[in-house]
């Protein structure tokens, strides 16, 4: 089969080059892509993707900028707006508050706040430094705060935001003492659970954040397959990926204070996966090392099932993102420089 890239490059005197390139590939359909969009520049180093109205976020960790896309008609998404600031890095955690985003820059240590109100034109708001030094991934917002894992000195800090012209850090606590470091978080109640990644032995790691102002950890979970813990929660389940072991993991969190592991898929198919969403009785899990796009049965909790997954090595390569919104799946690669929008029931069918 035959399918068109539309790529866009932009060059110094700031024209802009736009031309179709056939590609092949055996295992693309037009019935499963619905649409794509591939910016070696606007999109480079695509590092996740967030939907909101008929808008997607990428935030591009190698193209060191937040860009958002038009997804109103998804046969044809395209570029509204590519924001790119001397205080943002490499952008990788992102949260959403109305028209307000929280961007974290891995290699600048700061949290940036930038107004959406126009999309074709965001602008900073404010920033500030979260830690003396280190790594930022991924972020995550509530009630006026952004609570952001510093992977280096391996800490939770908590950012007051209220006023987003000058956020401060309130609150800050120690993950973790050993080689690992914290990588997601996820607010539940008074909790925010925080998974690690890199170390010899990693964990879920349980925050009360209650006061924000005085954060403490409560408890940590460990298990050979444990770590990363970086999902999607639906009811008082947290669906969770770590992806240096090909694993997929189902949590218990109905007691947010005391998350149990109640199911896990360990599979070589799964390709490496380090996000993962859920809709109905399928998690959608992008494959880093896989090219793709994972699907696994969820319908017994306790047992999910590898059930397919789609590749293409080239508009795919090293998938970091994915959004699911009615039958459609929004795919984000980071070495694609890609955003492509698959039909999954066609997926699911292959």
Same mark, same amino acid.
């Given at each position: 089969m035959f399918h068109k890239l539309l790529i866009t490059l932009t060059v110094i005197s700031g024209m802009h080059f736009v031309w179709v390139e056939d590609n092949v590939n055996a295992e693309s359909s037009p019935a499963l892509i619905v649409g794509q969009l591939v910016d070696v520049v606007r999109l480079r180093g695509t590092e996740d993707i967030f939907l909101q109205g008929d808008f997607a976020y990428l935030p591009c960790r190698e193209g060191k900028r937040l860009t958002i896309c038009s997804i109103k008609d998804p046969a044809h998404p395209k570029v509204v707006s590519s924001f790119t600031h001397s205080q943002l890095g490499e952008a990788a955690g992102f949260a959403i508050n109305g028209n307000t985003v929280y961007l974290t820059s891995m290699s600048t240590q700061r949290l940036l706040v930038i107004d959406v109100m126009d999309k074709t034109s965001p602008r900073l708001l404010g920033s500030v430094k979260v830690g003396g030094k280190g790594v930022l991934y991924k972020a995550a917002y509530r009630d006026g705060y952004c609570y952001i894992p510093n992977l280096t000195e391996k800490k939770l800090f908590i950012v007051d935001v209220h006023n987003p012209k000058q956020p401060t850090v309130v609150g800050s606590v120690s993950i973790t003492t050993e080689n690992d470091g914290p990588f997601s978080v996820m607010l539940r109640g008074d909790y925010a659970l925080v998974g690690t990644i890199f170390g010899s032995r990693n964990r879920l790691a349980v925050v009360n954040v209650k006061? #924000?102002?005085? #954060?403490?950890?409560?408890?940590?979970?460990?298990?050979?397959?444990? &770590?990363?813990? $970086? &999902?999607?929660?639906?009811?008082?389940?947290?669906? +969770? %990926?770590?992806? @240096? @072991? @090909?694993?997929?993991?189902?949590?218990?969190? $109905? /007691?947010?204070?005391? #998350? *149990?592991?109640?199911?896990?898929?360990?599979?070589? *198919?799964?390709? !490496?996966?380090?996000?993962?969403?859920? =809709? &109905?009785?399928? =998690?959608?899990?992008?494959?880093? /090392?896989?090219?793709?796009?994972?699907? %696994?049965?969820? +319908? @017994? $909790?306790?047992? #999910?099932?590898?059930?397919? =997954?789609?590749?293409?090595?080239?508009?795919? !390569? !090293?998938?970091? &993102?994915?959004?699911? *919104?009615?039958?459609?799946?929004?795919?984000?690669? *980071? /070495?694609?420089? $890609?955003? %492509?929008?698959?039909?999954?029931?066609?997926?699911? !069918?292959?």
């Open positions: 006061d #924000p102002g005085q #954060p403490r950890l409560v408890t940590q979970v460990f298990g050979p397959d444990i &770590g990363q813990v $970086s &999902g999607d929660a639906v009811g008082d389940l947290y669906y +969770s %990926v770590y992806w @240096n @072991n @090909n694993a997929f993991l189902i949590f218990d969190i $109905s /007691e947010p204070g005391h #998350p *149990r592991l109640q199911g896990k898929l360990v599979d070589k *198919r799964l390709g !490496k996966p380090n996000r993962c969403i859920v =809709a &109905g009785n399928r =998690a959608y899990l992008p494959m880093v /090392e896989g090219n793709g796009v994972a699907v %696994v049965d969820i +319908s @017994n $909790s306790r047992q #999910p099932q590898f059930l397919t =997954a789609y590749r293409d090595p080239v508009l795919l !390569k !090293k998938t970091y &993102g994915v959004a699911v *919104r009615g039958n459609l799946l929004f795919v984000a690669s *980071r /070495e694609g420089n $890609s955003l %492509v929008i698959l039909d999954r029931r066609v997926l699911e !069918k292959k």
